[in-house]
């Protein structure tokens, strides 16, 4: 008997789903963590952006609304999810190319303040862009960095942190929700632990943003990044966010001083000077066509509440764990069991989940695999039922005997 159906019946987000492209075929979507559904409304928007906004105002648009929108809709996003009050946040350029942005800034002018701080402090399960990233500006600037050796089923601990930083700290940089294990990481007391070391923090939010709340201003943050791809539903390579606190902003020197973030790009002088505020950490013409997107999912996620899509992603990756208890004897949880200590996934570990995942794709069940015999479940919480769930574990026992 579905154990799926009662819990669907008394989703008071279950409605949500009919409003994803795909959602009433019968394939399992355990991948939103990496790519998520397109919203239905974003055809429609897509298609009048080319109409009216492209092919009718041309290059007059650019006045009209888009040289604003970057962080327009970074405060919309700022708003709805980061916990950040306006003019801090703005949408982008690649994760990747954020980390270099505001990392180079933020080491360049701790550095500047006090030549003794000379180290990055990073975990080694942060995810790979991060680390060489970090890596390549430290040999670019002559910084050291001080690993965190952490499990890959875990995350950084208060104690572990305390430990690796000291005088010599410039910055800090951690995920929020680990890419591997949906580890949530202590933002606020991490964030204090920093700052009481005399470092700066800079926040990965890439599997956070759109499922779990942040509270950027809250836990008093230096530096995030994000991308929009995932919980955010901005669709495949759609440009990322970077938030700069505000009382950082006039001291910080982006490394990629293009145009766009000049003072008065049309001026078009003989030489560099920031706009004031989040403007200076643009560097070239914003990706307009890819923030159309990700509007119709910040609306969703509005309508709906962060909050409620917290409750909503706590209680699918409860269930996942708790059929996987009951129905999967040979495999075991590799995210954390309580959920106040867990992102929007579920890994679950076994030798086979290669094998397994494999076969899964298959089938039309699609979660992904990580290494070490990582089974990545991703809950995103408005697509998503309950139902889904129960289907897609089902098949993965099935894989899993069939495997053996
Ligand atoms: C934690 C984290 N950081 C960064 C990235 C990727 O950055 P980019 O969008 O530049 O590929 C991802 C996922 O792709 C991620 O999970
Ligand atoms: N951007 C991608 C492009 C292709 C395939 C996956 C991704 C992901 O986002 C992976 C994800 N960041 C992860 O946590 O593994």
């Known amino acids: 008997m579905s154990t799926a159906a009662p819990l669907d019946a008394a989703d008071p987000l279950a409605h949500f789903r009919e409003r994803f492209v795909g959602a009433e075929s019968d394939l399992v979507y355990f991948d939103g963590n990496s790519l998520g559904r397109p919203v239905a409304a974003t055809a429609g928007r897509l298609g009048a952006f080319v109409r009216d906004d492209w092919g009718g105002r041309l290059i007059r648009g650019w006045d009209e609304q888009w040289m604003e929108l970057p962080t327009r809709l970074g405060d919309d996003l700022g708003r709805i999810c980061l916990g950040a009050a306006p003019g801090q946040t703005a949408i982008g350029d690649s994760t990747t190319v954020w980390l270099y942005k505001l990392i180079r800034a933020a080491v360049d002018h701790v550095v500047r303040t006090d030549p003794a701080r000379t180290e990055i402090v990073i975990d080694t399960d942060n995810f790979p862009t991060d680390r060489y990233v970090a890596e390549g500006i430290a040999a670019e600037r002559g910084l050291t960095l001080r690993w965190i050796e952490v499990e890959t089923s875990a995350g950084v601990t208060a104690d572990q942190l305390r430990e690796a930083v000291g005088e010599r700290t410039a910055l800090v940089v951690l995920c929020h929700v680990a890419y591997r294990a949906a580890w949530l990481a202590d933002a606020p007391e991490l964030t204090r632990i920093a700052h009481d070391a005399g470092a700066l923090v800079l926040w990965d939010l890439c599997h956070s943003a759109g499922s779990v709340p942040v509270a950027l201003d809250g836990w008093d943050a230096d530096l995030a990044v994000g991308c929009t791809y995932k919980y955010l539903n901005g669709g495949p390579g759609s440009p990322a966010f970077g938030y700069v606190n505000a009382r950082l902003q006039a001291d910080l020197t982006q490394p990629i001083q293009g145009w766009m973030g000049h003072a008065d790009p049309f001026l078009m002088g003989p ?134």
């Open 271 to 404: 030489g560099y000077a920031p706009a004031k505020g989040m403007r200076r950490f643009i560097s070239g013409t914003p990706p307009i066509l890819g923030m159309v997107a990700m509007q119709s999912m910040l609306e969703l996620v509005e309508e709906a509440g962060i909050e409620a899509i917290r409750a909503k992603s706590v209680a699918l990756t409860s269930y996942a764990v708790e059929l996987a208890d009951t129905t999967l004897p040979a495999v075991t949880l590799a995210s954390p069991r309580d959920p106040a200590q867990r992102g929007g996934h579920v890994t679950l570990h076994h030798d086979r989940m290669r094998a397994v995942t494999a076969r899964l794709w298959e089938r039309d069940v699609i979660p992904d695999y990580r290494d070490p015999g990582g089974l990545r479940i991703g809950l995103s919480p408005l697509s998503t039922s309950f139902d889904e769930v129960e289907r897609g574990l089902e098949a993965v026992a099935t894989a899993l005997r069939e495997t053996s």
